[in-house]
């Protein structure tokens, strides 16, 4: 269950909250508790392939989902055409005791893209469960990578639309 961070709105399952996106009255959504793991959970997921940590970590804190709807989600997400490597986001060892999580392989090389490949599937599943029937539309304005990697992660997800603001002559090249 979801509560919000100013204790100002009833307790909601982790669909309504990611339908709503923020607290209406004001705050944000936060889980009730959050999940712990044994050591001995944490030693069997040693070696696991980022897709299968997403669905044990996200069956955890999505309370109304059922494992077949979290692994569809992170399938659609994190297969090799959103991401080069099998391991999504790699770990690099630069030297000794000193590595780099590279955040770069995604569809627009921004790290934004490792949640907003996810989240417009998570979304599009919250509005199925919620039942309002209604085509999602995202209203994004931005200066930056935002803009183009929401766009890559709402592409082609059935029930949803995205809208994005620049800045006139505010974007990169690179962006661009």
Not at 28 to 46: A, H, Q, Y
Not at 83 to 98: A, D
Request: glycine fraction near 10%.
């Amino acid at each position: 269950m979801y509560i919000s961070t100013r204790d100002n709105y009833p307790e909601i399952p982790a669909s309504r909250a990611i339908k709503v996106g923020m607290v209406p009255t004001g705050g944000l959504f936060v889980p009730k508790s959050i999940p712990r793991f044994s050591l001995e959970e944490i030693g069997n997921l040693v070696g696991a392939s980022y897709q299968t940590l997403a669905e044990v970590i996200l069956s955890r804190y999505l309370d109304d989902y059922v494992a077949e709807e979290i692994r569809s989600y992170v399938a659609q997400a994190y297969h090799e055409h959103n991401f080069g490597p099998p391991e999504v986001t790699p770990l690099r060892r630069l030297g000794e005791g000193l590595h780099v999580l590279e955040l770069w392989h995604g569809p627009t090389a921004a790290f934004k893209d490792v949640a907003l490949q996810l989240l417009p599937h998570l979304l599009a599943g919250a509005v199925r469960k919620v039942g309002s029937g209604k085509e999602i539309v995202i209203l994004v304005a931005t200066s930056g990578d935002t803009g183009k990697a929401a766009l890559e992660g709402f592409k082609d997800v059935p029930g949803t639309r995205i809208i994005v603001f620049y800045p006139f002559d505010g974007v990169s090249k690179v962006q661009q």
